[in-house]
DNA sequence: ACGGTTACTTTCCAGATTGGAAAATAGCGT
DNA sequence: ACGCTATTTTCCAATCTGGAAAGTAACCGT
């Protein structure tokens, strides 16, 4: 098992899933979707930014700089790695408590 | 989504999914196992315990006491539980993204 | 019964995280 | 240049995780 600390905390977990489903987001819509606050969230993406899983970029929109997150390349195979490895420790608790795979 | 803090950190989520898939298990599989010293996974399992999500158990085993660690019926609903919501999470993903289901 | 040993448990402590509030900064329209 | 909006950084408190080491308990051999 190999579990990405940088990934695994609830917040990183959700921005991450947002990000896998789109190629990029507003940083207002992580941030109502995670429910943290503005420099919680901007730490959180900077955190992953420098790991390389995620690209901050500005762009205008609406008169106004906003700003974009997109999950790089690396930043989908962490990610993806990590749900596997999660659905490995699934896995195994289900095939031995089936009602584990169905939430009981 | 409904992480659970209680069992989200990831010795947690060892000791839940390695108990889920038994009836009980020793306290030295589980060090073993998640890689933690004694110390730290006897406040793991104590934390769990607390909670009403295992329950800690002495038993005589080779003619020494032994600690037998099991999931409580609430514990393994919990766990049930946070598999799912990371299992939604995951969903959501793959959806928008297969490669990210089967591990890029 | 006493001492050593095994098996945890608790205490002590350091370091890393996470989170929010508030101050600082950046880009734009006016 | 100024004000407003959108982040970002700083400051700080609280919580967590982890290991080492001391403490406790039960049992074996003598």
Redesign the pocket.
């Known amino acids: 098992m190999s579990l990405d600390?940088v990934i695994h905390?609830?917040?990183?977990l959700q921005i991450a899933a947002l990000l896998a489903t789109v190629t990029d987001a507003?940083?207002?819509l992580l941030r109502e979707t995670t429910g943290?606050?503005?420099?919680?969230l901007?730490?959180?993406?900077?955190?992953m930014e420098e790991v390389g899983y995620l690209r901050?970029r500005?762009a205008?929109a609406g008169?106004?700089?906003?700003?974009w997150l997109a999950l790089t390349p690396l930043g989908r195979s962490a990610f993806a790695a990590h749900v596997k490895a999660l659905q490995a420790l699934a896995a195994a608790a289900a095939a031995a408590a089936p009602e584990v795979a169905k939430a009981g």
């Open positions: 600390s905390p609830p917040a990183r507003e940083f207002a943290v606050s503005d420099s919680v901007s730490k959180h993406i900077k955190a901050i500005k205008p008169g106004k700089t906003r700003t």
